[in-house]
């Protein structure tokens, strides 16, 4: 089973990183999907790892990448706003790579593509 991982910073002086982050953990919890928060600012080993696995394309020009960041085990999804377009869209689970829950929007909007 995979595990969707959201690496976080407990202490950042940002006030919309602390709000990205709340939103994402919010629509977790609230939709029950399984998560694992990962403090990048107390655990120098999980701001090592996230730093050294999101893809090169998905980088900032310059600095370091901020969290949010979102991965399913060691696959990266994406950062907050790449979140946010998915939820727009319908489309979380995918964006996770997760299977959309029957009942959940995301699922009948794949059940009517498939029919089309």
Known sequence: M???KVY????SGSTS???QQQDVLG???VNKIEHEECDIAANEENRKWMRENIPEEHRPTTGN???P???NDCKYCGDY???FYAREDNAVYAFLGLTAPPGSKEAEA????AQQ
């Open 8 to 11: 976080i910073a407990s202490s």
């Open 2 to 4: 995979s595990k969707v």
């Open 110 to 113: 794949l059940a009517k593509k």
């Open 27 to 29: 629509f977790l919890a």
């Open 69 to 71: 960041q979102i991965f």
């Open 65 to 67: 990448p901020l969290p």
């Open 17 to 19: 990183i602390k709000k």
């Open 81 to 83: 706003e790449a979140f």
